[in-house]
């Protein structure tokens, strides 16, 4: 993925392009279809009200807006990784919105800083350009944003967003994830035929026919006023517990409210798929026949008072957008606005109008809700109708091996790998094994007896790696997203990342009161998995076979996948190119911010000399001289924290923490604090000189008040650390605390959220009489929504601990 290069570089790779093609006559054309339609809302009113916003369809699907109380605008298209449709599409949309809207700032994933292919332009003709980046978009070496900057006249900065940190643990952990994947799949596959064919065994009927609604047989219903809609096909976002998508339109939706419904369970602890209900209940009332005639007088009425729009247009557009509903809102309200520009009475078409109101409430949900309600009424469901151990079990075996198929796809989002690992401890695979192949013997199916080899947790442990650098990847976007808009004086952005970026940015997004948009480019063709992760991964092979003069980040084609931010992304005064191969020539900056990223590097160097050498790094000069320059920056950081980081505002991480709490260091804070100040907290009252000792924090339960005290310190701005996952970690607080004399005696490792131990610390303390026991740690339990048993007894003692 490409950075900024020197310009020296840019301008030796145009020449060698040019060269190779311009002997070639072949006109190649930028993608059809680039024209946009005439403009019919002004650019300038989308931030403020984004469900006027008309999303490209010719070549994009609108998945989601959401109107936040800001005037931020982020239009997140997923990116459709090595996928020449997707990437073509994607390039068209972008000219789509570009020509419409006037956005100019493309944030794009896989980059860091300015990523604009522009300065190349100058060196040969745009026709030149259109066949070399056509030739390198259909090799893959091209993403769609490189290529329309460098085919399109248009005003475009393409910005990078990673922190290439991050980003180097992601890819190296994605590649180690990838030499795995299929293995594992197979596995998977064979443990979900086991359940399938257990489950027919003991499910109840009436769950058995639920779960085998194919999304074949029931196409998505309409919203085109010309043909009834059923707006409960919402319920295709409803997925299957593990994420398995359900697309079968509102089948499944209506399924499960009958299901409901026999077993006398309401909607009432459901607001959202109340909503759903009661509009689909609206629908019913409006007449579609009626209201597609008066659509199209009005659209005739305003082709005739030259407003901009013919009937055929009209009716062609409204045709396209026949299953999208949140365009439909956004054409409905700018059909509207253009008849009253023209004098044209709204008020003679009432059907139309009820039918616009209709897709008015329809946009105005909060569509982020319904999944989770889905999936919770599914779960009651289930607990109301499976009464046998075995059946129950299997269930949970079920939700559990979707998840994991999810996360090996990485398909999945920050949210649902929370659930996979608070998850996973109860779930071992040999266990799980074992309880499948007696039961598949015991019914004689010994052919679809499942072996076990280990695998699955090796996989774990790469899963976790590979999600956790994805969840710091997505805060970094964030931070990068905003000083791009602050540093281009943009409200509007287009900002392009995997899918499985989307439900953390969302949520980012709307912490920040930001409003946006979730478009997905067409695709035609399957994208080709081994090509995208050979154009992912090769740079990284190639750097560790010690090709070329820069290593691990050594660049070798145009694209953003080159592995080095070159010139502007300094240490100091030396490159990163010369400092990675040569210790001596870094002159350590003076910022925690600077010095923080040269450590990164520093230890980047380090895991490349090791991996090279085995286990012999330790002996090995050049990885010790590696090691004693990092000690230096260790070092120079606390001095640099302790002269003047309060004023730049000092990011610990949890191991300097540890460390300066056990070596009885005073913490940098970033407020002045009183002798004996508290903190109030929804958790109780935080002092915060507790924080001057470890060893206030001895004990089975200290390693939940140490993650409460910091959390709120952090939240009230006393303390920076750097929190990948946005919140204190316990289970990586764990080993560290474990490791300091003060709080090794009593201390118990622990898998519960600090947050979960303090919601049940105060359930238990207002009625203990009803939590004594065994018995009353699993009502504990499921009154907190704890699902492991073993968690509580560790963090309150119990079976095993006391």
């Not at 499960?256 to 689909?280: D, F, M, N, T």
């Not at 054409?331 to 008020?347: D, G, M, S």
């Amino acid at each position: 993925m490409m950075f900024k290069k020197k310009k020296a570089v840019l301008r030796l790779i145009a020449a060698i392009l040019c060269a190779a093609f311009g002997a070639s006559d072949v006109a190649w054309a930028a993608p059809q279809g680039f024209a946009a339609s005439r403009s019919l809302t002004p650019p300038e009113t989308v931030p403020g009200d984004p469900l006027r916003f008309e999303a490209p369809l010719d070549f994009c699907i609108l998945k989601e807006i959401h109107r936040g109380p800001s005037d931020t605008f982020i239009i997140h298209i997923q990116d459709a990784h090595a996928n020449l449709s997707g990437q073509e599409n994607l390039a068209a949309a972008l000219e789509s919105l570009m020509s419409r809207y006037g956005v100019s700032l493309v944030l794009s994933e896989g980059g860091s800083g300015d990523c604009s292919l522009t300065p190349l332009k100058s060196v040969a003709s745009q026709k030149t350009w259109q066949r070399v980046a056509k030739s390198y978009l259909v090799k893959g070496k091209l993403r769609g944003e490189e290529y329309q900057n460098l085919v399109s006249d248009r005003p475009m900065k393409i910005v990078g967003l990673e922190d290439m940190g991050l980003y180097l643990e992601s890819v190296e952990d994605y590649g180690r994830l990838a030499q795995k994947r299929e293995e594992l799949l197979g596995q998977i596959a064979r443990v979900r035929s086991a359940v399938g064919k257990l489950k027919r065994r003991v499910y109840p009927e009436e769950l058995i026919k639920y779960e085998a609604v194919p999304a074949s047989a029931f196409a998505s219903l309409s919203v085109n006023p010309a043909e009834p809609s059923r707006l409960t096909e919402i319920a295709s976002s409803s997925r299957h517990e593990g994420g398995t998508p359900r697309n079968d339109g509102g089948v499944v939706f209506q399924a499960l409210l009958a299901l409901a419904a026999e077993k006398s369970i309401g909607l009432e602890k459901y607001p959202a798929l109340r909503r759903l209900a009661a509009l689909a209940e609206k629908e019913k009332r409006v007449d579609f026949e009626a209201a597609a005639l008066e659509q199209a007088a009005l659209l005739e009425a305003i082709a005739r008072s030259g407003g901009g729009r013919d009937l055929e247009a009209g009716l062609e557009k409204v045709g396209r957008l026949k299953d999208e509903k949140l365009s439909l809102y956004a054409y409905f309200q700018n059909t509207l606005n253009i008849a009253k520009q023209n004098k044209i009475p709204v008020e003679k078409f009432p059907d139309y109008l009820k039918y616009g109101e209709m897709l008015g409430e329809y946009a105005r949900m909060d569509l982020g809700e319904i999944p989770g309600d889905l999936e919770t009424l599914e779960n009651e469901v289930y607990a109301a109708s499976l009464v046998t151990e075995d059946s129950q079990r299997l269930r949970a075996i079920d939700r559990y091996t979707r998840l994991l198929e999810k996360a090996c796809r990485i398909q999945m989002s920050a949210d649902e790998f929370d659930r996979f690992e608070a998850n996973a401890p109860d779930f071992s695979a040999a266990p799980v094994r074992g309880f499948l192949n007696r039961r598949l013997a015991e019914a004689g199916y010994f052919a679809d007896l499942v072996p076990y080899d280990g695998l699955e947790e090796e996989a774990r442990g790469l899963l976790k790696k590979f999600y956790g650098s994805v969840a710091g990847r997505d805060l970094a976007f964030l931070a990068n997203t905003e000083k791009a808009l602050r540093d281009e004086n943009q409200k509007v952005a287009v900002l392009i990342s995997g899918g499985y970026h989307t439900a953390h940015l969302k949520k980012l997004f709307e912490e920040k009161g930001w409003s946006y948009a979730v478009l997905a480019p067409l695709v035609t063709a399957e994208t080709n998995q081994k090509k995208y992760e050979k154009l992912l991964l090769d740079p990284l092979k190639s750097g560790r076979s010690g090709k070329g003069d820069g290593g691990l980040f050594e660049v070798e084609t145009p694209t953003k996948r080159a592995l080095s931010p070159f010139d502007k992304d300094k240490v100091s005064t030396a490159s990163l190119g010369n400092a990675l191969n040569d210790p001596a020539a870094v002159t350590l900056p003076d910022s925690p911010e600077g010095l923080r990223k040269a450590a990164r590097l520093y230890r980047a160097k380090i895991r490349e000399v090791e991996a090279l050498i085995g286990s012999t790094a330790s002996d090995n000069p050049s990885a010790v001289e590696w090691k004693q320059r990092l000690e230096a920056l260790d070092r120079q950081w606390e001095r640099a924290s302790l002269t003047g980081a309060r004023h730049a505002g000092v990011n610990y991480t949890y191991k300097s923490l540890i460390k300066r709490m056990s070596e009885g260091q005073p913490l940098i804070f970033n407020k002045t604090i009183a002798p004996g100040q508290t903190l109030d907290s929804k958790w109780g009252v935080v002092r915060l000189k507790m924080l001057a000792d470890i060893g206030n924090y001895a004990g089975r339960t200290g390693l939940f008040y140490l993650a409460r005290d910091l959390q709120v310190a952090v939240q009230n701005g006393y303390l920076g650390i750097e929190l990948p996952s946005g919140s204190i970690d316990v289970q990586k607080l764990n080993p560290l605390v474990a490791k300091t004399r003060a709080t090794a005696r009593g201390l118990k490792t622990q898998y519960l959220r600090w947050e979960k131990y303090f919601e049940s610390k105060g359930e238990l303390n207002s009625r203990p009489r009803d939590y004594q026991g065994d018995e009353g740690q699993i009502k504990l339990a499921r009154k907190t929504r704890i699902n492991s048993i073993s968690h509580l007894y560790s963090a309150f003692g119990g079976r095993g601990n006391t």
